[in-house]
Structure formats: structure tokens, C-alpha cells
């Protein structure tokens, strides 16, 4: 099982940036076989996807952060480290933020609803005071 551990999440001001850190990692992994993504989620609320990058390396963000939010990944043996630059943030980007991944073969696309994710991180914190 694909095992993952998010870090960076704080408490900033708005229009302030983070960086949040999504180590990725497995025996045998292979980061072309798998989509990653970032999900954010409120107490009461639907758990939202922020961004993903699918088995062909393409990125797609959701239209609340695109243009503010850069999602990259570095991958290494065995193991990638996914990133979510987060520039101008404003309080409605509050939220816990998970990094997620599943298998879903060399250059094939994200499945579109979060069920289909198969390994969650913990999540990390992220406040945004105005």
C-alpha cells in the first residue's frame, strides 16, 4: 500500500503563501502508474479536490485556486514528493488538506470523484485570517 505523509500547513494572513510537502512512497511504486492529487475538506462540508496530476504528468486545479495554486511532484526511487505551492490565499482556502494517490496505469487520467482514491494521507492544517 502506497503510504503518504503530508506536511506545511500553518496559520498565515491573507494573501500570504504556503507550501505544502506530500511524501509518496512504496516498494515498488511507480509514479507514472498513479495519480496524486491534493483534497481540502471543512467540518460539515464535501471534500473538495484542489489539483491532481494524472499517469501522463498532466496537472489539472480546480477553478477556485487555478492561477494561485501550483501543484509539482519530484520523483524519486521508489517514491515521489508531491507539492501545492498556495500563493494569495484568502480565508475561504481554510481547510485540512490531504494528499491522496491511486494505481491507474502508465498515462491514464484521475478518476473524477475522491471514493476512488485508495491511500490518504493524515491531512495537514491550513488557516487563513483576513
Known amino acids: 500500500q502506497v503510504q503518504l505523509v503530508e506536511s506545511g500547513g500553518d496559520s498565515v494572513q491573507a494573501g500570504g503563501s504556503l507550501r505544502l510537502s506530500c511524501k509518496v512512497s512504496?516498494?515498488?511504486?511507480?509514479?507514472?502508474?498513479?495519480?496524486l492529487a491534493w483534497f481540502r475538506q471543512n467540518p460539515g462540508k464535501e471534500r473538495e479536490e484542489v489539483a491532481h496530476i494524472d499517469g501522463a504528468s498532466s496537472i489539472t486545479y480546480a477553478k477556485s485556486v487555478k492561477g494561485r495554486f501550483t501543484l509539482s511532484r519530484d520523483i524519486g526511487r521508489g517514491s515521489s514528493d508531491l507539492y501545492l505551492q498556495m500563493d494569495s490565499l484568502t480565508p475561504e482556502d481554510t481547510a485540512i488538506y490531504y494528499c491522496a494517490a491511486v494505481w491507474v496505469g502508465y498515462g491514464q487520467h484521475c478518476p473524477a470523484r475522491d471514493r476512488e482514491y485508495s491511500n490518504w494521507g493524515q491531512g495537514t492544517q491550513v488557516t487563513v485570517s483576513s
Open positions: 512504496r516498494y515498488d511504486y511507480n509514479a507514472l502508474s498513479y495519480c
